[in-house]
């Protein structure tokens, strides 16, 4: 099972009323399988690709009034100091660090900008067991109007170093997000050695003032408009794509319980790759 270097993506679940719509939503579109639910964590259940896991979903907890949506855990070597860390950076902890058995230690924060974001120190659970392929976690982006407070927020937590992504090669709607062209502005952390790890995307008028800064995950598929269709056929929305880009062909959806989340196909690359640049 790989070891996920601190800041690095290594985890997703989501809390849904109806878990068994879910299950069968996911399924379906991604090809997932799922196991027990754990009743002793809220019936927490893990889904699997070929076997490996790859996500969980779960009921809300009692009383909660919470949409559904997809959550991204971020590694850490101690859960409790990433704590300080955040709110030290201007952040807000929505739960302080918790041990969950012997799988590892959580926490629940929000960025300056208002997207909500988990950390993860591993125990026994240490993250997702396949990435970057379908029916797995592949790349996630934080969409913010202030870009300004997430560039000084996430280096100031995790140990990211930050890029500038020159898309000025790119044709329109060939960026990240589904958004992209020459002009962007669109800034990738990464970790080590420039290993990517997040992007960061400014969100236009394109998007109602209502919607809140927020994490996108993107989830791999062998083939985006099959699974754009599967959306649409279970009740799902289609917010953009699918389109075309250097990293595959992507689409922004959201399952039926109202959870968004993008579908990329990244054997189906069309553009030139952009250019990385120090911030």
């Not at 909660?64 to 902890?93: H, M, N, R, V």
């Not at 279970?234 to 699918?242: D, E, I």
């Amino acid at each position: 099972m790989p070891e996920y270097p601190e800041g690095a993506p290594c985890w997703v679940d989501a809390m849904f009323t109806d878990l068994e719509a879910a299950k069968t939503f996911y399924a379906e579109v991604l090809g997932w399988t799922f196991g027990e639910a754990a009743s002793e964590f809220g019936s927490y259940t893990q889904a699997y690709s070929d076997g490996k896991a790859v996500a969980a979903v779960v009921p809300p907890m009692p009383g909660a009034d919470a949409p559904s949506q997809w959550c991204l855990y971020f590694a850490s070597p101690d859960a409790a100091a990433t704590g300080e860390k955040i709110k030290a950076a201007g952040g807000e902890l929505l739960m302080e660090p918790m041990r969950v058995g012997t799988f590892g230690t959580m926490l629940i924060a929000k960025e300056p900008s208002g997207a909500v974001f988990g950390v993860w120190q591993p125990g026994d659970h240490r993250g997702f067991e396949k990435t970057g392929e379908p029916g797995a976690f592949a790349w996630a982006e934080v969409f913010t109007r202030d870009a300004a407070a997430v560039d000084g927020f996430l280096p100031r937590v995790f140990p990211f170093q930050v890029q500038t992504m020159d898309m000025s090669d790119a044709g329109e709607g060939e960026g990240p997000g589904g958004d992209g062209g020459a002009g962007m502005d669109y800034k990738v952390f990464a970790l080590g050695a420039g290993e990517p790890a997040l992007g960061r995307m400014v969100m236009g008028s394109e998007f109602p003032p209502e919607v809140p800064s927020y994490v996108q995950v993107y989830f791999g598929v062998p083939d985006c408009d099959e699974a754009v269709a599967a959306v649409r056929r279970l009740g799902g929305r289609v917010h953009f794509g699918p389109v075309d880009s250097p990293f595959g062909r992507m689409a922004a959806v959201a399952d039926a319980q109202g959870a968004g989340f993008a579908v990329i196909d990244m054997a189906k690359r069309v553009g030139a790759a952009p250019k990385m640049t120090p911030a």
